[in-house]
């Protein structure tokens, strides 16, 4: 009988390169690793929620790279958002109704309940 633990999480060094890879795809660098479990997971759903929007058909833009085309994770509320990197989805519907998001992380949101949702706000200055 083995004594080895398996863990639940994927090894640090997968997820790194998980997100290594995504930017690689898209000619972006990664500025700085993390070695929290919890940040280098933050940083992969962040590269999901983008991925879904490319099979999906938008057009994708990092914004805010810093020198070098270094994409820069905000994993911590500690920081001012206007110093982190975020990513502008656009897609056009029958050539007009443009539809247009940004999408940050780890940054301070409103939510406002409607009748049949709730949606929420995300500031990015």
Known sequence: MSTQ???????LAELHGEIENFLAGHQITLRTYSSKISELFECACFNYIIQYFVLNKFSIKFQNLSDNNVFRYKVRPAGYPHNFSYVTVEKAYR???????????NRMSMSS???TMMYTILPIS
């Open 95 to 105: 050539g007009k109704n443009r539809q247009h998001l940004d999408i940050a992380s």
């Open 113 to 115: 309940p409607t009748v």
């Open 5 to 11: 633990s398996q863990s639940n999480y994927k090894p």
